[in-house]
């Protein structure tokens, strides 16, 4: 993968036969390894690498952990124990505002800020169960994606009907959002960037969510 700039790339292993990777190698562009982030018996389920890698944000068992190379030393900035009975994590990106949206299985995800505060947790059971116009399993098929704004997301499930979350206040507000494709293009639920991806036979286009 590469860091937030794409001035370094940075791997980890993650192979079904081995077991999941338990260090991160931060690579320069030339192939060398320059740092390498080890958790000794905690299975690594996702990484980002900030700038050019004195920063890097892993998650790693049930834990949010930010990493900070200065002087030839690493320090913990900041750690996030997500809790015993919280859903495994699955992805991290960065998103505006310099947030980190870590997303985990059973479409759960959290925003987390620079200084590691949770300033808002998704939780689809709690939010089926205080809406009686849509389920748990309704609320688990949006997908979450940067808006237009750096304090908004935009909560996708490939229908019409999308969400807009508000990230300092933690209010939901109903979204159209336009699914109807131009002549000769179609739309099979595909976002990259935020936008919708329109295919047709000789060009692709992109729409805002």
């Not at 190698?25 to 018996?41: A, Q, Y």
């Not at 997908?143 to 969400?163: H, I, M």
């Not at 990230?167 to 336009?178: M, P, R, T, V, W």
Request: proline content about 4%.
């Amino acid at each position: 993968f590469f860091s937030t700039t794409g001035e370094v790339v940075f791997a980890w292993k993650a192979s079904e036969v081995w077991g999941p990777g338990q260090d991160v190698e931060i690579i320069s562009l030339t192939g060398e390894i320059s740092r390498v982030v080890s958790f000794e018996g905690r299975p690594i389920g996702a990484a980002l690498v900030l700038g050019a890698g004195d920063k890097a944000v892993i998650g790693v068992g049930g834990s949010l952990v930010c990493k900070q190379f200065a002087n030839g030393e690493m320090t913990t900035r900041w750690q996030v124990d997500l809790g015993p009975n919280e859903p495994p994590i699955e992805n991290l990106e960065l998103i505006g505002g310099n947030r980190f949206l870590l997303k985990q299985t059973y479409g759960h995800f959290k925003v987390i800020n620079a200084s590691g505060v949770v300033e808002y947790a998704y939780n689809p059971m709690t939010l089926g169960d205080a809406d009686p116009s849509r389920s748990t399993l309704d609320y688990a098929h949006f997908k979450p994606f940067l808006g237009a704004t750096d304090g908004q997301l935009v909560l996708f499930d490939g229908s019409k009907k999308g969400l807009a979350l508000d990230i300092a206040s933690g209010a939901l507000a109903e979204k159209q959002i336009d699914i109807t494709t131009p002549a000769g293009f179609t739309f099979d639920g595909q976002v990259r960037a935020g936008k919708l991806v329109l295919i047709g036979s000789k060009e692709v286009r992109f729409r805002s969510l």
